[in-house]
């Protein structure tokens, strides 16, 4: 295992906490009346939890099954949550 792994890991996880408390501060800002919000947004963060649930689950399934190592499977368990709270991220950003 490359000695650098691990801290990718934890850079992506971090990454994705950081991103992710930033979307629900923004969300929660919203719902409250103090940020405008899309009308679809309550709905859009129901059905991408469980979009990115679903693909993580299969992402990591596909890893394992086709022989990678732990951290290679862990990295695309992650990568569909990274995908989405950083898309998130930087929308709810731009739109404040």
Known sequence: ?????????????????????????????????????????????????????KESLLAAMRAASSGKRADQVLEAALSPYARRTHANAKRLTKAA
């Open 1 to 53: 295992m490359n000695a650098v792994l691990p801290l990718t890991l934890w850079s992506q996880m971090a990454t994705i906490g950081w991103e992710s408390q930033m979307v629900i501060c923004m969300r929660s800002a919203a719902m409250l009346g103090l940020l405008p919000q899309a009308p679809d947004e309550v709905s859009r963060m129901i059905t991408e939890k469980q979009d990115a649930a």
